[in-house]
């Protein structure tokens, strides 16, 4: 008897489905109404099949519901991500131009751009869009992808006015406050960007990002105390991140400036072990913080990324390398460094140090006679009046007179461009030791 009535019951289901959807399909207005409804319940998957239903059975000369029910459908396509979303809605738009859900379609095409990561045709479709068509939470989610499109292609005055009315909005606030900072942060307006990376610092979301904008800020407003307490809360809350060489590269600086030179040289090789892009400035803080503390030897690789450049930096790294050499006894290098350093003019008071320098490791490393001299009278022909100028000439005579062939000398001297007492006083001592050898081989005159 169980069986029985179980059988009748599953009969009569089928029997009740078959009835309703054969009403459906004879019934189109039915389906469409349906459609309509189960869209704005949001069941879109229900909606498409019932739209779908209409067309097939719908009176060709309604035209006004058949235009409605392929906008829903491609309305559906759009809430579901299908693939034929795109081509569905630019359909719709090609075989009605006037329709008075333009603004909603082209929202909805810009919105499918943006999120394949096509900025700038997200932002194209999106400017096209009259905000005032679309519901409230259309219009917000307009303005958070058209403020993401703009800052993707670094327009940020467009970014920035595109977050401002989703400050406030619950969905929105936390990521609005933060893109809207960083816009106003990308176009230098640090003081005003400072306040929203303040009010989410502590989010979870955004704790990993805001609290490094905040100490760059800190440092550009020259708020060196704040950099200092507010690095370390950084590094002691967020140890692993990736952005503590940024932190430490900051923190680094104002250790040099405070002429913490230990510190600061600490502070740059924990950046550059994070982040190897340091910059020039940066690279030459961190060795000379290094010829400072005393530590030579590692004070050569950082100062070696910013010599090789034709500007006063590079020229000054240069002259620094030359100290660093000579402090650790590599001579030749030492040399060549000032060298460098002695060939560029954009830092004069750089280049009197080179080559004084490099004249006295010249002179030093027994190199041959001409090019000591030829050092000592390159450096008085740049720098006459140069507080070393004493030094030099006497060290010139000097070596005119040790050098023992006269002969030599002799025509050194008479080539060099500058001449002083010293100078005179050794062409004088030369002559009368060529006498003498003239004398010693009885080459007599006349």
């Not at 190199?367 to 004493?390: C, H, M, R």
Request: aromatic content about 14%; glycine content about 4%; some cysteine.
């Amino acid at each position: 008897m169980k069986k029985i009535t179980l059988l009748c019951v599953g009969f009569t289901s089928l029997l009740s489905l078959q009835a309703q959807q054969t009403y459906t399909y004879s019934n189109p207005a039915r389906a469409f109404q349906e459609g309509k409804e189960q869209y704005l319940q949001q069941q879109f998957s229900a909606s498409e099949h019932s739209l779908q239903t209409y067309l097939q059975t719908a009176d060709p000369s309604d035209k006004s519901k058949i235009q409605e029910a392929e906008y829903f459908i491609a309305a559906n396509a759009y809430e579901l991500r299908q693939s034929d979303a795109t081509a569905l809605l630019k359909a719709y738009v090609e075989k009605y131009p006037g329709t008075s859900m333009l603004d909603n379609v082209k929202f909805r095409l810009g919105i499918l751009l943006f999120e394949q990561k096509q900025y700038t045709a997200a932002i194209k479709e999106l400017d096209k869009v009259n905000i005032k068509k679309l519901n409230t939470s259309d219009e917000n989610l307009y303005h958070f992808a058209l403020g993401y499109c703009y800052t993707a292609v670094n327009e940020f005055a467009k970014a920035r006015d595109q977050f401002k009315p989703l400050i406030g909005v619950e969905k929105y606030d936390k990521t609005a406050n933060y893109y809207y900072g960083y816009s106003e942060y990308a176009l230098g307006n640090y003081d005003t960007a400072l306040p929203y990376f303040e009010t989410i610092q502590n989010q979870p979301e955004f704790s990993p990002l805001a609290p490094y904008y905040i100490i760059q800020i800190y440092a550009k407003q020259k708020e060196y105390d704040k950099v200092k307490s507010y690095g370390k809360t950084i590094l002691e809350i967020n140890p692993n991140n990736p952005k503590n060489g940024e932190v430490h590269r900051i923190m680094g600086e104002c250790a040099y400036r405070d002429q913490d030179y230990k510190l600061a040289a600490a502070d740059f090789a924990k950046a550059f072990t994070s982040d190897k892009q340091l910059s020039r400035t940066s690279f030459y803080m961190w060795g000379m913080s290094c010829m400072q503390s005393g530590a030579y030897d590692q004070a050569v690789m950082p100062l070696t990324k910013v010599a090789g450049e034709t500007d006063a930096l590079g020229q000054n790294a240069y002259l620094a390398l030359g100290n660093a050499y000579t402090k650790t006894n590599d001579r030749l290098k030492a040399q060549m460094a000032y060298a460098n350093a002695g060939k560029l003019t954009f830092d004069k008071g750089a280049q009197e140090e080179a080559l004084y320098n490099y004249a006295l490791s010249t002179y030093e490393s027994n190199a041959q006679f001409g090019e000591t001299v030829k050092a000592f009278d390159n450096f008085l022909s740049i720098f006459p009046n140069s507080k070393y100028a004493d030094e030099i000439n006497s060290r010139l005579a000097t070596a005119l007179i040790q050098s023992k062939d006269y002969t030599a000398a002799l025509n050194a001297i008479n080539k060099l461009k500058t001449s002083n007492a010293q100078v005179i006083a050794a062409k004088e001592n030369i002559l009368f030791h060529l006498g003498v050898q003239q004398f010693d081989k009885k080459n007599y005159p006349g």
